[in-house]
């Protein structure tokens, strides 16, 4: 079993639904990061956090650290929204991250 | 104020040359950090350094793979001896500071394909 667990793996959505990726993982971590990687692109890092609830622009990320579970949230999403979005965590020993396997999204016009 | 530049972006080798994959961290910061994206999978990582030291190398294959951050100059990941299944994104990210709950600045990736 995966230490960082995402689901759903892909999603499909129309233009203006709200969004919900959701991530579990199973380890004791310092911090948690959601990744935005488009196609062919590089990867862009959306939030880190390690309690509570982070928003920027439309996109929001939530954590509960008893239930070692993290959501991204995108309201009013867009098809350039589009892209694999990535769970890591920092685990509390050691520096390197471990990924989930991403959920590809995709919003459709 | 340029972010984390890799290069080349994309590399085609054959099997058996050697490939050298470069990575300048964005400015003051001094943790690297290599992680590889296979075609269809997630990432991995590979190997995190500081400048002239190899910290955490778990993530490399025991053989061919090696990594270096001079005093001077770019990190670099070097594969000896490539094979097909070398073939992936190799993406390079920095920090200031080296634990997991520090933001990472990523590059675009280095793609290698290996013929």
């Known amino acids: 079993k995966n230490e960082v667990e995402q689901s759903p793996q892909n999603l499909t959505a129309q233009e203006g639904e709200f969004i919900t990726i959701n991530c579990s993982y199973s380890?004791?971590?310092?911090?948690l990061h959601w990744l935005q990687q488009h196609p062919g692109g590089g990867i862009v890092s959306l939030f880190m956090l390690s309690s509570g609830k982070k928003k920027h622009g439309r996109l929001i990320a939530t954590i509960n650290i008893q239930e070692k579970h993290s959501s991204l949230h995108i309201t009013a999403s867009h098809p350039r929204d589009s892209a694999v979005y990535i769970c890591a965590v920092g685990k509390t020993s050691g520096s390197r991250l471990t990924f989930g396997e991403g959920t590809q999204l995709t919003v459709n016009p | 104020n340029a972010g984390v530049m890799q290069n080349p972006r994309h590399l085609v080798r054959r099997r058996g040359q050697e490939a050298r994959l470069r990575c300048s961290p964005m400015k003051g910061h001094s943790h690297v950090y290599w992680y590889r994206q296979l075609p269809e999978e997630g990432l991995k990582f590979m190997v995190y350094?500081?400048?002239?030291?190899?910290?955490?190398e778990s993530g490399m294959p025991k053989e061919r793979f090696s990594a270096e951050f001079p005093k001077e100059g770019p990190s670099i990941l070097r594969i000896q001896q490539v094979v097909r299944g070398d073939s992936a994104a190799y993406f390079c990210?920095?920090?200031?500071?080296?634990?997991?709950?520090?933001?990472?600045?990523f590059g675009a990736g280095s793609r290698l394909t290996v013929l």
């Open positions: 350094l500081q400048k002239e030291n190899i910290i955490d």
């Open positions: 380890v004791g971590i310092s911090a």
């Open positions: 990210a920095s920090s200031l500071y080296g634990t997991g709950a520090n933001v990472l600045t």
